[in-house]
DNA sequence: ACAAAAATGTAGCACATGCTACAATCCTGA
DNA sequence: TCAGGATTGTAGCATGTGCTACATTTTTGT
């Protein structure tokens, strides 16, 4: 919960940008001590604990990825539901964004199992989520419509069936209407 | 790819509840020999190695749900797609059904960086679902609209957020009416 | 200037992991 | 019956894990 020291800062981005490329399961001491020019006797020394480390790595992610959204057609106003689900599934689609909604599919799979910061955390990227598309709708009441299905889209396409979340998108388009 | 032998199968059940109980990543090999009944080194006797054993125990999973799908709702004729996702949401909610659907999840992210053999069981089992719905809707072109959903309310109920997937529950029956 | 504290390097421990070597037992068919 | 394969138990190896002990250097406050 403690905010990081600006010693812990200098670390976190490289490391952040380390789970990004290669997921918060196989992110051990030694590999995240490396990406960040450091050694794991290090990472323990500032951090305490592993816990503590992947909390604060996984609260960094989850700043920038409020930060990414929050710039993020930023200068429209507020739009049907429809237009502004396609858009962001489009957004989806760059590389750099496919491996952040990767972690946060993974993130969600762990806040399952995991302990409170992970639960913490997941609930927050979740919250911020809708947020942010209720502040892009023309009808902000179908925010939870919009992020839930955003989110299946998600899922099918990590599951190989890319296809099939563009038939949803499709089919929701009459659904919606301008809504 | 193999079907599994007889004295494979005999072992992959209560290999399965453990994975099911337990989740896959912490699936190691002792654990999965002590739940069932023998030792690691019988696990790689019979299934070579643990990533062998590993796609049969994710096989055997996806088999359990497909049967576990047709066995559900089987008796009742084609309905309006809020209908069906009312209903299988509410089944969603049964604990056992809910490790399930976790797992599920954890296989899906997984995927996303996995070997073959889990892409390829992640894709099944998605066809599955999607092949399941589309048979129970009088109008099939709306399964992966009615898939996608679904998907979304598990990731959002997994993250926390139960209360925003009722809330998108609630706003879509307004939209879908009686489609 | 200098003692205390912060920061770092080196080495290694204790444990869990997947997997193997080797020997012993059980079971089958001729 | 009994040779040969199937099956299993015991012990252990090599590697990766989180973390620590200890000594050393660097920084900081007075």
Known sequence: ????TPTQ???LMPMADYVLEN???TASLRPLAKAAGTSDRMLIYHFDSKDVLLGHIMRFIAE???TGLATTLSSTGPMPAH????RVWDLAQRSEMRRTLRIWLELTSMAARGDDTTQAVAQDIADRFLDWTAAHLKTPTLAPVVLTHFEGLVV???AGRA???NQSLAALKDILGER
């Open 64 to 66: 920038q990825m409020a």
């Open 1 to 4: 919960m403690t905010a990081p």
């Open 156 to 158: 099918l396409q990590e």
């Open 83 to 86: 237009t502004l689900l396609t």
């Open 163 to 165: 296809d099939v979340a």
């Open 23 to 25: 997921g918060l399961q």
């Open 9 to 11: 800062a200098k670390l």
